[in-house]
């Protein structure tokens, strides 16, 4: 069995550790907290919550008469304390499972009831050590590895002089990417990336697994590295303070957290206009192709063939099984990749520059009190490539997260090509061909990754964005050279 040991020196350390698990916890996660009185079992679980509600002032009441506190919190949790518990059954009529299934379960005094609760629980025990106590936590590997990762951040900070920075959950994403406020006293608040290095998939083809066929970035350095040269040619990406490369700890600006939609959701169009505008001259840019970090250097991948054919391929390993109820045929299976590599031969002569990849709403800030291309803050481009720039415009132009209509898609394909054409040589024409191009492909490559996360991650919320992709997907076989796709579309029956 794996455990963890630490020695918290007194009641500071304690809340400390409080706070460092709440970055650690998941939904499904039960902590029992074991200990003689005055062990900190109530100071830990006090922190606990208070960072979890991100209030220094929550009241939080010992749960001692009524065995069970709940918090309606980011992650729903239930504190409770089984000191009175009198019979193991009462802990049904508590509501313990109906609490685990969908939150964190803290438990002081567990011992009342360790039939009851889950083999896979985490346990803190904690022992007096003079004025401080220890703490030994064990349990299952997966849990344990969460701990770990929240402590190695808090060391991280410790080592560059922020031992004392309060640490507050701010998100996580569609990958396994978190981040976090960093706030300590005096200073802005800034921003901590977690982004440990990718873990290897199984083996798809040529030897290689899924993110290095697709070029998705398995580490912190493309960050880094597509940072200082979007910062390099004027445009605004976060500035990086601190950084352990190997662990995937970043520290970093906080560029704002005032979005490009409005109050209810919807797209504002003087931002995404102003997005499309930057996008313009970023791409009117000369590429970097190495970037130099010191002792390392990031080479940006091209938007390669196999990158292309590997993400659309998410529809038909994930997306038409689910449809369906049964895997594609080897007949489709060919003709649909014999269809993409038509598609793709026809990108041979497009213009190529740095691609972002993700440029829509979740990754644009927007900063109205900046000017010029300080309005738009760009905050996701680890998985940067060399490719078709229709790539970039097909993805704001057609937003995954939000329904983008056709007069304001319209205006923003005709401001960029107006800018384009103002900065020097620019083939509108083929530019168009492409944005149907690559709008296609980013969503054959959606409606897959909207199922993957739904069935392979558990995020279901995921699928609220199919019938807005599929949208998409029928505006973008429109034009005429998409045709091949639209005919085995209609023909496999997902159209």
């Known amino acids: 069995m794996q455990v963890i040991e630490l020695i918290l020196k007194d009641e500071a350390a304690t809340i400390e550790f409080g706070e460092d698990l709440a970055l650690a916890l998941k939904a499904g996660d039960c902590l029992a907290l074991s200990g003689d009185l005055g062990a900190g079992k109530s100071t830990l679980a006090r922190a606990f919550l208070r960072a979890m509600a991100d209030d220094a002032e929550l009241e939080v009441p010992s749960p001692t008469f009524t065995l069970v506190q709940s918090y309606y919190l980011r992650t729903p949790v239930s504190h409770f304390d089984l000191y009175r518990l009198a019979d193991v059954s009462e802990l049904d009529e508590l509501g313990f ?97 977690d982004s440990a290095r990718h873990k290897a998939g199984p083996i798809l083809q040529d030897g290689k697994y899924y993110q290095q066929l697709a070029h998705i970035a398995e580490d912190v350095i493309p960050f880094v590295a597509v940072a200082h040269d979007i910062r390099t040619k004027g445009f605004c990406a976060p500035d990086i303070y601190e950084a352990d490369l190997d662990a995937g700890i970043l520290l970093i600006e906080d560029l704002g957290s005032e979005d490009i939609l409005d109050a209810k959701g919807q797209p504002i169009a003087e931002r995404y206009l ?29 938007f390669d063939r196999t990158a292309m054919k590997i993400e659309t391929s998410l529809l038909l390993d994930w997306y038409l099984p689910w449809k369906r109820g049964e895997k594609a045929s080897d007949a489709e299976r060919h003709g649909y990749f014999a269809v993409w590599d038509q598609l793709i031969d026809l990108l041979a002569s497009s213009e190529k520059k740095l691609l972002l990849r993700d440029f829509h709403s979740p990754n644009i800030i927007w900063r109205g009190d900046r000017s010029s291309f300080e309005r738009i803050g760009i905050i996701d481009f680890q998985d940067s490539m060399i490719g078709p720039t229709a ?74 964005h199919m019938p807005r992709t599929f949208s998409y997907l029928e505006v973008a076989l429109r034009h005429e050279a998409l045709a091949p796709l639209r005919d085995w579309c209609i023909k496999a029956g997902i159209l």
């Not at 499309?276 to 091209?302: E, F, K, M, N, W």
């Not at 394909?413 to 944005?435: I, M």
């Not at 980013?442 to 558990?458: F, S």
Request: proline share 4%.
């Open 391 to 464: 790539y970039d415009v097909a993805s704001i132009s057609q937003d995954a997260r939000v329904t983008i209509e056709p007069g304001l898609r319209d205006a923003m394909l005709s401001l960029y090509c107006t800018e384009r054409h103002a900065l020097g040589l620019f083939d509108e024409a083929t530019f168009r061909r492409d944005w149907h191009l690559m709008s296609a492909q980013r969503n054959c490559k959606l409606v897959g990754i909207w199922v993957r996360l739904m069935q392979r991650d558990g995020k279901p919320s995921y699928m609220k």
């Open 97 to 193: 499972d109906e609490a685990l299934s969908d939150g964190i379960c803290l438990v002081e005094w567990p011992e009342n009831a360790l039939a009851a609760l889950p083999k896979s629980r985490l346990t803190a025990t904690f022992s007096h050590l003079g004025d401080g106590r220890t703490v030994t936590i064990t349990g299952e590997a997966a849990a344990l590895a969460r701990i770990e990762r929240s402590l190695a951040i808090r060391t991280f900070l410790k080592q560059r002089g922020h031992g004392n920075a309060k640490r507050r959950h701010l998100s996580g994403d569609a990958s396994a990417r978190a981040y976090e406020h960093i706030r300590m006293p005096g200073e802005p608040i800034r921003i901590l990336m």
């Open 274 to 302: 102003e997005s499309v505008r930057v996008l313009a001259h970023l791409h009117a840019q000369p590429v970097t192709r190495d970037i130099s970090l010191g002792a390392v250097i990031h080479h940006i991948p091209d």
